[in-house]
Nanobody, 114 residues
């Protein structure tokens, strides 16, 4: 059973930065892809960024140029570097790993507010 543990969320002012981490219990090399999703109150969960097993990345339009997904295979960790944060980025952010089966972390709250 794969376990994913997110960290790094918090309260930040507009224009600020945060880095989220997702530590996996096993090697992330075997996953087809890993991604970060977010869910704001009253909204559906949406895919924010994804990194494939080959290292290809993709982002939703609203975060392009501001967010960067990366990984450390040695540390079995995926990161989401978020810069120029906006109030509309406020949500619970979830890590997902896809290996045929899908695995989810417990989520970490990101609040962007002055």
């Amino acid at each position: 059973q794969v376990q994913l543990v997110e960290s790094g969320g918090g309260l930040v002012q507009p224009g600020g930065s945060l880095r989220l981490s997702c530590a996996a219990s096993g090697s992330i090399f075997s996953f087809n892809s890993m991604g970060w999703y977010r869910q704001a109150p009253g909204k559906e969960r949406e895919l924010v960024a994804i990194i494939t097993g080959g290292g290809t990345t993709n982002y939703i339009d609203s975060v392009k140029g501001r967010f960067t997904i990366s990984r450390s295979i040695a540390k079995s960790t995926v990161y989401l570097q978020m810069t120029s944060l906006k109030p509309e980025d406020t949500a619970v952010y979830y890590c997902n790993a896809n290996s045929g089966s899908g695995y989810w972390g417990q989520g970490t709250q990101v609040t962007v507010s002055s």
